[in-house]
């Protein structure tokens, strides 16, 4: 699992909730010039802006907000990932997860065709070397493979 910095976390708040830096600073009761120092990485949150953050904002998770761990808001229910028994077949897998509250999804085991996959031909696609994501209110993020 790749880390996400705190300001990472803090950034993605200010963008669900449709705010400006600036905004976001005034509903915390802070200078926007802290929050661009945050989000800039030139300074760390302290434990007032935390506090602040969570007061303001209370459906965020805490351990999300400064560890990144867990889920992401406090109405998302946090389930410990069980390691499925390969030697299980199928059926008796999707019984289990059904009987745990869970709907088959995209990635839960399936059995494959017995026939083989054929990949069809395709032109040669050079590697990928940036995304940008550009946001509404034409801030950008740019993505680059490690």
């Known amino acids: 699992m790749e880390y996400i910095d705190m300001k990472d ?20 009761g802070i200078q926007p010039s802290n929050i661009s120092h945050l989000l ?14 969570k007061e303001t904002f209370p459906e965020y998770n805490l351990d999300w907000i400064v560890f990144g761990k867990g889920p992401m808001t406090v109405s998302e229910p946090f ?6 028994d390969v030697s299980q077949p199928v059926d008796a897998q999707k019984a289990m997860m ?12 399936e059995k494959l065709p017995d026939k083989p996959v054929v990949n069809e031909a395709r ?6 070397k940036q995304i940008v994501l550009v ?3 034409n801030s950008f993020e ?5």
């Not at 059904?98 to 085991?109: M, R, T």
């Open 135 to 137: 946001y509404e209110d």
């Open 79 to 84: 389930l410990e990932p069980k390691p499925l």
């Open 40 to 53: 800039s990485g030139r300074n760390n949150p302290s434990l007032d802006f935390v506090k602040k953050l």
């Open 9 to 28: 976390r803090i950034a993605h708040i200010i963008r669900a909730k449709n705010l400006t830096a600036a905004e976001f600073a005034l509903r915390l």
């Open 142 to 146: 740019v993505l680059s493979p490690r």
């Open 123 to 128: 032109p040669s696609v050079p590697p990928l």
């Open 98 to 109: 059904e009987s745990d509250g869970l709907e088959p999804n995209l990635f839960s085991v």
